[in-house]
């Protein structure tokens, strides 16, 4: 298991996307948060097919932060069922990932 993931939300509005990822860096979630330019989303909900602009969030993290992430984003988080999916960052600078876990430590 990798020790840093990379975490990716969307939401409907540039500012929710920035509220959700202050929220999540000022609570030490993440170490960063980087919101996209929007995006078309085409998906099926609720037996529809459904087309939106949204904005995507990406979170840097600590696995150990993961828990705590994904609960402070499912409260923060305005959808029913917020897309919020880990992936696991197998390589990256040892400086950068020093800082995402001192960035993210809880003390």
């Known amino acids: 298991m990798t020790d840093f993931l ?3 939300t969307t939401t409907d509005a540039r500012e929710k996307a920035e509220a959700l990822a202050r929220g999540a860096v000022a609570a030490r979630l993440a170490a960063c948060a980087q919101v996209s330019a ?3 989303s085409v998906y099926r909900w609720q037996g529809a097919v459904e087309e939106s602009t949204e904005w995507q969030v990406l979170f840097k993290t600590t696995t150990a932060r993961y828990a705590e ?4 984003l499912k409260a923060a988080h305005d959808y029913d069922e917020p897309e919020i999916i880990a992936m696991p960052v197998t390589h990256g600078s040892g400086g950068y990932l020093g800082w995402v876990a001192g960035e993210t430590s809880a003390g």
């Open 69 to 72: 992430l994904e609960a402070h």
């Open 38 to 40: 929007p995006i078309t």
């Open 6 to 8: 990379t975490v990716l």
